[in-house]
């Protein structure tokens, strides 16, 4: 460069400006703002379901209303509203007493109020049944079984003092009783269901017969068995054979132990499905003697029934001696027994608290509001789930979690783990990929449709009564098949084993070809496997009486079908994720460990399984919170609006995976949009979502903490 | 395969070394060029490696013979025959893209973890054949052992880290671990750095550290060869003198087979040095004659920085 041109260059490269566009101070307001929205809005939504979900159960005070004509209202006040267009600044009160006739809530115009007065012995009384009712308490008195009735105390304070002596017992006697109805009725009913089934059973396979299926007698039955030893022996023998000599060498003999193993395999299978002991059925006689021994039975549970219900009877009447008598001021009625027994007066067992609202401290109102959550929390609903608790509730969705997460984590690791680290990164690999991804994208209602029609009526009506009666073939093309697909099986491993092309070289035609070929073997026993499975004439399900009674166990909606139909939505989320946490352990921790002379088995599960698990285990906690929230689905396989009995109990099977269960998300909506009485479902609506939220946050933080120790176990300072 | 084996046998001592001065370089150092082997090695030949014959005096414990390596359908190997003696270090050199660390892999078939990987021509490891087709590869690792570019301790304790090979081979008495592990930190002079935290992290050393737990792990098992990837070209010049020491202790009782960049490394560490360009050998023998008295000018050259 000469010394003009330098000159020339040094003139002309005077300094540009910055543009306008370059000052980034807008962008640093702009990005922060847009933080600031999302934190507001979450901070918002918390606040709103913190704040309406936990003031619902504190007992407000109670407000004996005149209005301008001469009318008396007792209530709580629950919503004020200021003036609109249509209507007037008003007020709403919770006015209960539904026995009566009138509407449990109340719009007043504040126009109309003459004067509001919140008198000492006003109380809110909530009852088992028909709601809450508001009155003044006037005596307690106990009708003795010739019909005499003995006051036992009489106006405010008497009364209160004789109530809580007396309430506790008689609440526990109720809680007897209950558990009595549940556990002993509930126990004989069971045993009385059984019997019956058991003779249906027998009467269904009566008439089926000896359907003429292939089956071995006894003396080739054993004779197969000591062709099965045999052959189990011999693949013993040849177990290090071929190891030795060279590649061919090695690979026929890999052919042979696995062909026998396959034989012994389905050898033990055909004895076992077509041994001589099965399709014996039951003879008429039989039958008969079933039929006499299960009536013998029947009448003495029915006997031991009446026995119970007896003891429950002497119980309950005992029981119905105390009653309370709380009067409603305008009207001057009792809170009655029911609507049926109108002019008796309550039962004390009746009463589920008995809240004295307007003469509480402060302590007895905090008192009053928790034993309110502990109710909400540990009892069943009551009143179309506007009362009472939500623990079948809380059960149903903390196991419908829990079996989710089971079921999706084992499957989607094991998925990805094939997909990344055994299938060959190709198209295929692609394609499977995007199709995973795409599985995420699917409405959720698609998977409670796919759940039902393939889970509940075709996979649970097999599980109850086998291949319908029509799809079953021939024993005979059913034994041919299964011949077939043990041969393709043997055919399809050799192919695999030949399509491996020899050390440092690369693939033949003929292993190209081989691999084809293994490919479509592995299709057509597959084809064969789901076609044996499904036609098989050998089963006849599991649960076949009652699906016959017209009352499925698998085969309609329940847990099982619910968490599976749930698993298959959220298996994306644990597929990608592990993935992502396999991909991510490094290059050079696998090269170390091959270099070890580890095999792929001992390298995946060794290093990059447990470099992995924070990773995998953050998927599984996606997959849970995904699947907790999940309801579309759920309302078409298994959640329903009312079902007390709980997928787990302490009978037999104790785990009772076919029952439809109560899950918070379905709840939630049912309060919120299919409750007759929407005005007490509302405060409870939020009160359920507090409580969803608080259980799902719960299940994730206790995930976050097992990956956390995990973490820590697994892996020092990272560098 | 065989010519070449043929040429190295009776070229060794009649390879003309020629030193004409062809042209000035218009980068006006004055360099002299005349670089026949590179020259043909560039117009993609092969030409005979000038072998020195200290190198056939010594007992082979790994033997190369015209061995070709392709990835997919570029050829990284050409045709080298080679001798590994044994109870030395070995230490191959030249400049990147030469082949020196994919030979050094195919030797314990880490290659093979690599798609499209083909192979000609026979390695034999203590005269057993390594690319013979009944050979376990897995168990062929085994009779090695490998250290790598950037040290690559396993996310567990530094006990575990040393004695993985033995884990994986079911070894599960903790009185044998134990052992094995004080032995091999010993042996890789880092037993008094962490013999009070053999339960903590790996990941917690520093990288030299880290390096010399992966050496301890790679001579745990008593491999017949350690191979060295680069195993100083992550690490700071305090950790790489360490290790340099560590290697020429260890070579007292291990064959050393060493990959590396740094000329005065390659000078100080081994006993022998090959020098490779393009995927071929170009010159073998002691690392004192290679380095002082190199039969090509082209060797000359390169270990003194003036080419490469």
Redesign the interface.
Known sequence: MSESERACCHESATRRRTLPSAIGEPMVWLTGGALVVCLTMIAVLMTMVVVSGSKSFWPGPIERVTLTDGEVLLGIATEHEAQTQETAKRTLYRVGNRDIGQESFRWVDDAQIASIETPDDAVMLEREAWGVWFGVPESIERKAGDGEITVLARGGDEVFEAFDALHADARRTMAQVKRMKKRELGSINAEIDRLRLDVRQGEIELARGDEGLFRFSWVIWIGLGIVAAGLIGLVYRLRSYG????????RRGSVIRASGTIGVVMLILAMWIAGPWKGQGVSASELEALRETVAQREAELLSEYDEVLGRIRAIESKDHEFRLVVVEPTSGHFAPVSQTLSDEPMYMSQVVRLVRANTLSTGEKIGVYFSRWWEYLSTNPREANTEGGVYPVIVGTVILTLLLTIFVTPMGVVAALYLREYAKQGLMTSVIRIAVNNLAGVPSIVYGVFGLGFFCYTVGGYVDTGAAESARLSSAAWWAMFVFAGLMLMLGFAAKLWSKP?????ASGLNVWMQRASWLVWGVVLVLVVVLVTKTPYFHGFFEARAHDGTPTFGTRGMLWASLTLALLTLPVVIVATEEAIAAV?G??R?????????KW?TMR??VL??AMPGILTGAILAMARGAGEVAPLMLVGAVKLNQDLPISTQAPFIHADRSFMHLGFHIFDLGFQSPDSQAARPMVWTTTLLFLAIVFALNLAAIMIRSRLRAK?????? | MTSSVQSMESETSNQPVVRSVAYQSNHGAGQVEDYQVIEAIRRGETPNPTVHPEVFDAQAVIDIQGFNLWYSESQAIHDVTMRVPRGAVTALIGPSGCGKSTLLRSINRMNDLVEGVRVEGAIALNDSPIYAPSVDVISLRKRLGMVFQKPNPFPMSIFENVVYPLRIDGEKRKSVLEEACEKSLRAAAIWDEVKDRLKKSALGLSGGQQQRICIARAIVADPEVLLLDEPCSALDPVATLKIEELISEISERYTVLIVTHNMQQAARVSDYTAFMYLGRLVEYGPTAKLFQTPSLIETEHYVSGRFG
């Open positions: 190891t030795e000599l060279g590649s061919a060498n090695a020899d050390p440092g070289k690369s490094p050079s921790m090269e170390g460990s091959y270099g070890c002379g580890a095999s001992q060794r290093i447990p470099g697994m892996a020092g300072p990272t560098v």
